[in-house]
């Protein structure tokens, strides 16, 4: 900060018990008999027609000391100006004078001074110039002032307290343990309305300090214990202050770090009233510590009373995971709240301009890094972010998970933005004020793009409107725009607005809201699925009287079912009569499968129904008659709703494809993951066994493991060089043992990128042979000496792929000949090669098992070894690689060769991502299928178009599809439309259509297209 710009009258003095001072000297010269003023303090008691004022000032002489000369014939009068009103010169009256010598500043007057100011015609402040003049009539000392008296104590306490109290009741309403009955986003609009409040409170902190000067939110309300008393006088100027380094050496009174009237201060120093000197910057950040530590708390305990657990055990051993998970959502918590103040300070701390010239710039410094790391972390990580910023999951009106995710982003920095502005620009008000309505503007056109025009009458939108609606007026308080008078009448205009946000805004509707939560009848909280279930079963009783159906619970409604929901619930439910709302008789079901569910075999809702009461009925078939239906037990109603809704009853069934799988394996395209462990982007992100569990579970069949060296000598999972979490590797070895075969049982590749020394290779090694056990292949398979086995032949089994050295090391070249499988083995002979691996037994020592060079875990690769991929005309024709190579390698390869020269070989080719999408975006499989290429890896963790062409070629593959020869056919598509929503145009009998778009390795043959549109009402036309 340059103080060099600032001048005398906009640097802040000191306020005393009963009035706000700001002065400045307004002597043209001093000389030796000048009294240069240092302190000029007030006090006030309000009379009925007038206020009796005293003043401390106090001054000093040039060169002289002021005790030793002769200040008897002093004469103190001033010159009034109220609102308006010119008032002529006022005496005043010295009651007491003394003087006292001080160690370090020498020797000071001091003159206690007594007059009276008439009542001003409209708005109590003065501005007065104040003279101390000797007999001779020569002004000794001049003062330039604006005082302001105290508000009355009623006042004083509706400032202090009506912000407390709002945000207050604006906590509990948001922590209060109710059922809701409507949606979901109402706890949201609660917990987003407390936030709400404390950010309208910062607002008006800064709002407020920016007119300092004049009667704004801070000025009248005076007093100890008033919000714009924190800023304590704490003396002179000192030497060390950068005011005095700026040339302000003495006459100005330094308020708590605070100058020009712009906040110097940040919220959390403000509610203890700390000042922030340049040694107790610590006061805020210990404070941001305590606040973050108690959000923490709170919010485990929050999850731990809504997920509560039993078992003390269980409850200890998930205590870790249940702490961390709840980090981010903290994270997020304290930077939606504390992101705008902690900004402020830590810019606040650059006061001489340059980074390391203050003894704060290094503190300030890391509080910004860590404000920002912490926030693109928790955005990256938490697609939901934008739940405490905006009123509810609904209120985005383009794209759900996008819109949230960068609508939060431009949130929270423009939050940082304008506490940089506010702490950084503090002596350039004009900029100041430009740039801050400029991030107003900006915060609201941002919201409208992405929640759309209804933004404008939600409480953010209002809320934010108000405050660019405030803020503007303070241009009032630019040099040159008003005179005095009219600069306080807008800072009372912008103190009115601010009482009337808090009050109608927020301390009524939360009341009320208070007033309906504790006369609710649902005194236990749900979750926000039950919150969802519960209204879309009130929208489908809404359909038809004799809905039973809707009286029942689900497990399971979305959005995108709504339409087909609403379908079934108002189907013929007429079967089941008012009386049968306990239980369903067997003759009652039959009757409904076959009449309503049109279903001829078996019905299976016993079957459900054993999941809840543990019973072993049976249900006869629907295809018999009602009068050759034996007695079965009844089932409820909760059992009927879980098989219409469970996985055997869906209108899709999904039936594994069938497939030779008795090929050689790389003749098949194989679904593969790409760093698999990662749930995010590809830096600064979090590395959890839970990427290993998902890719598994959607029938993956090759993933990604990158290991490194750990400490203590145990190797470790993680994205090198790239800020990301790490995983011990003995943990990632058993998740993907555990999950390996759980969606298919055909081969699973592990792809290792391995950085660790030799040591620690080898007990990678060992870690798999001992968890995978006989899963791992340790050995050809011998009846496969010519082609590769086929994934009939490795079902069930594990497979690595390690990269061989490149070269480098002439021991390394050799072993690289030698871990490839040779392929020309002696079908008849009674010996294997050991080059296609060797069977180890952990139990014996290395140095027994393998020589001093051989590499254990290169033997391991039997079938695997990994190579990139050489010149067409370097590559080896007699053993197999696995070849590696990225997808920009592999567009100048196919631009350059138009093809890839593995005709006829046993190679198979592994395509990764390039290093440049971090954001992990997947580039588009079908270009690499359509080259033979056999696995195209892709990030699982990115739901986008390539993802979802990856999952429909594997669709009931069980992860292996095998290479088909080019045939020419001609294909017939037929397509049932199961449901829509929001269709323009319904009530014409204009056709809709179906639009569909082929994705081919070849669309030049592609050249007829048929258009075929159906009415309404169900007739084909075109």
């Not at 926030?375 to 934008?386: G, I, K, R, V």
């Not at 259509?993 to 169900?1018: A, R, W």
Request: net charge negative.
């Amino acid at each position: 900060m340059k103080l060099s710009r600032v001048t005398h009258c906009m640097l802040l003095t000191a306020g005393c018990r009963a009035a706000y001072v700001q002065f400045q000297d307004c002597s043209e010269s001093h000389d030796s008999s000048s009294l240069i003023p240092e302190s000029f303090r007030a006090s006030v008691e309000r009379g009925r027609d007038n206020f009796d004022w005293k003043f401390d000032l106090i001054a000093g002489l040039t060169k002289r000391n002021s005790c030793e000369a002769d200040l008897s014939d002093i004469v103190p009068r001033f010159a009034v100006v109220d609102y308006g009103n010119h008032t002529p010169f006022i005496s005043g009256e010295i009651v007491n004078k003394t003087c006292f010598t001080s160690r370090f500043l020498g020797s000071r007057s001091k003159f206690t001074i007594a007059t009276s100011f008439n009542r001003s015609t409209l708005l109590d402040t003065y501005k007065t110039t104040f003279e101390l003049r000797n007999s001779d009539n020569t002004t000794l000392s001049c003062v330039r002032a604006v005082l302001t008296p105290a508000v009355p104590k009623a006042i004083r306490l509706l400032g202090l307290w009506l912000p407390i109290i709002t945000f207050t009741l604006a906590c509990l309403a948001a922590c209060w343990p109710v059922r809701q009955s409507t949606k979901s986003t109402t706890k949201n609009s609660l917990v987003a309305r407390a936030i709400d409040v404390l950010a309208y409170i910062q607002f008006i902190f800064f709002s407020g300090a920016l007119s300092l000067r004049y009667p704004g939110f801070f000025q009248p309300l005076v007093g100890l214990c008033g919000w714009s008393t924190l800023m304590l006088p704490t003396g002179v100027v000192e030497r060390g202050s950068p005011y005095a380094r700026s040339g302000v050496e003495d006459g100005i009174y330094e308020h708590n770090g605070t100058i020009t009237g712009a906040p110097g201060l940040e919220l959390l120093t403000q509610m203890t009233g700390s000042p922030t000197k340049s040694r107790s910057w610590m006061n805020t950040f210990v404070l941001s510590l305590i606040v973050f530590l108690f959000l923490y708390i709170s919010s485990y305990i929050t999850h731990r009373l809504k997920h509560g657990e039993t078992s003390p055990g269980s409850c200890f051993a998930n205590f870790r995971s249940q702490f961390k998970t709840q980090y981010w959502a903290v994270v997020r918590l304290f930077l939606s709240c504390f992101m705008l103040p902690l900004s402020a300070w830590a810019t606040y701390q650059f006061v001489d301009g340059s980074i390391y010239g203050y003894e704060n710039s290094a503190m300030a410094l890391i509080v910004l890094i860590l404000l920002s790391a912490g926030f693109y972390w928790s955005w990256s990580q938490d697609p939901e972010m934008a739940s405490l910023v905006m009123q509810g999951p609904g209120s985005v009106g383009r794209n759900s998970n996008k819109g949230h995710k960068y609508c939060a982003l431009v949130v929270f920095f423009l939050m940082m933005l304008r506490g940089c502005i506010l702490g950084g620009l503090q002596t350039y008000n004009s900029v100041q004020v430009g740039l801050l309505l400029a991030c107003e503007a900006l915060h609201l056109a941002s919201m409208v793009y992405w929640a759309g025009f209804s933004h404008f009458v939600s409480l953010p939108g209002i809320l934010s409107m108000t405050r660019i609606a405030l803020f503007s007026l303070h241009i009032g308080f630019l040099p040159g725009v008003t005179d005095h008078s009219g600069r306080m009448l807008v800072a009372y205009i912008i103190l009115c607005g601010h009482l009337a946000v808090l009050i109608f805004v927020f301390s009524i509707p939360t009341a009320f809201d208070l007033i309906k939560l504790a006369f609710s009848n649902h005194p236990c909280v749900i979750s926000d699925v039950e919150n969802d279930r519960g209204a879309v079963a009130a929208n489908a009783s809404s359909s038809g009287d004799n809905n039973e159906l809707a009286k029942y619970p689900l497990s399971y409604t979305s959005r995108s079912s709504r339409t087909l929901l609403d379908m079934i619930a108002s189907r013929e439910t007429k079967l089941f009569s008012h009386e049968s709302t306990t239980t369903i008789s067997p003759e009652l079901l039959s009757l409904f499968t076959r009449t309503v569910q049109g279903e001829d075999k078996l019905s299976q809702v016993c079957e459900v129904s054993k999941e809840f009461t543990g019973s072993s009925s049976t249900l006869v078939g629907s295809a018999e008659s009602d009068l050759d239906i034996q007695p079965a037990t009844d089932i409820s109603p909760d059992s009927l709703a879980a098989h219409l809704l469970s996985n055997s009853n869906t209108a899709i069934q999904s039936i594994p494809t069938s497939h030779d799988l008795d090929r050689p394996v790389n003749e098949y395209f194989i679904s593969t993951s790409h760093n698999t462990y990662l749930l995010g982007r590809q830096v600064a992100t979090r590395s959890k066994l839970e990427g290993y569990v998902e890719a598994l579970s959607r029938g993956c069949r090759s993933v990604e493991v990158d290991c490194w060296n750990g400490q203590r000598g145990q190797p470790i999972v993680k994205h090198g060089y790239s800020l990301t979490k790490s995983i011990n590797f003995r943990d990632v070895i058993k998740t993907i043992k555990e999950h390996a075969f759980a969606a298919s049982d055909l081969p699973l590749w592990l792809s290792l990128e391995v950085h660790c020394n030799k040591s620690q290779r080898d007990i990678m090694a060992r870690i798999m042979v001992e968890v995978f056990g006989e899963c791992l292949v340790t050995e050809p398979v011998p009846e496969y000496t010519k082609t590769l086995p086929s994934p009939n032949q490795l079902r069930g089994k594990i497979l690595l792929k390690v990269k061989m050295p490149q070269g480098g090391n002439p021991q390394d070249s050799e072993q690289e000949d030698d871990d490839a499988a040779n392929l020309d083995l002696e079908q008849n002979g009674d010996q294997v090669n050991p080059d296609w691996g060797v069977q180890i037994d952990p139990g014996i020592p290395q140095s027994e098992q393998n020589g001093p060079q051989e590499d254990l875990l290169q033997s391991l690769a039997i079938y695997g070894a990994g190579k990139r991929l050489p010149a067409p005309d370097a590559i080896d024709t007699h053993r197999n690689f696995i070849y590696s190579i990225s997808e920009t390698n592999l567009k100048k390869r196919i631009n350059k060769e138009h093809t890839l020269g593995l005709t006829d070989t046993q190679h198979m080719v592994r395509v990764y991502p390039d290093p440049s999408r971090v954001n992990s975006s997947n580039f588009n499989p079908l270009e690499c299928w359509k080259h033979g290429v056999q696995m195209a890896a892709l990030n699982y963790q990115t739901d986008d178009f390539q993802m979802m062409l990856n999952d429909a070629m594997f669709a009931g593959s069980l992860g292996y599809v095998l290479k088909a020869q080019p045939e020419p056919k001609q294909i017939r598509i037929a397509i049932d439309v199961l449901t829509a929503k929001d269709l323009p145009g319904l009530e014409g009998e204009s056709p809709l259509y179906v639009e569909l778009e082929l994705l081919l390795p070849d669309m030049s043959g592609q050249t007829e297209i048929v258009y075929s549109g159906v009415n309404v009402f169900g007739d084909i036309q075109g």
